[in-house]
């Protein structure tokens, strides 16, 4: 069974960090591409960072760029997504997906597998 777990999420006001962890099993990550979703509320669920499975390769979406940063640990079955310069607007529940396609982690509708989520809030 493949279970995705996420931590880190938390509370920090404006200007601050966090560091999101998603920890896999029953599969392996190294086979895995990985990715990052969040969904704030009332709003659907959006892409916001992917890696690939060897980690050489990332995405991020442009609200984003310069400010998180996606990496992995294999040997952790772990991935995790730095978050500095925070801001209200990136509040939101923090979802961890896996793919065996770099390509579709990006895509809402096409990754197979997702975390529970881990809820982010930015406080002005």
């Known amino acids: 069974q493949v279970q995705l777990v996420e931590s880190g999420g938390g509370l920090v006001q404006a200007g601050g960090s966090l560091r999101l962890s998603c920890t896999a099993s029953?599969?392996?990550?190294?086979?895995?591409?990985m990715a990052w979703f969040r969904q704030a509320p009332g709003k659907e669920r959006s892409f916001v960072a992917a890696?690939?499975?060897?980690?050489?390769?990332?995405y991020y979406a442009d609200s984003v760029k310069g400010r998180f940063t996606i990496s992995r640990d294999n040997a952790k079955n772990t991935v995790y997504l730095q978050m500095n310069s925070l801001q209200p607007a990136d509040t939101a529940v923090y979802y961890c997906?896996?793919?065996?396609?770099?390509?579709?982690?990006?895509?809402?509708?096409?990754?197979?597998?997702w975390g529970q989520g881990t809820q982010v809030t930015v406080s002005s």
């Open positions: 997906a896996a793919d065996p396609s770099y390509i579709r982690t990006r895509r809402v509708n096409e990754v197979d597998y």
């Open positions: 029953g599969l392996s990550s190294s086979s895995y591409a």
């Open positions: 890696i690939s499975v060897s980690g050489g390769s990332t």
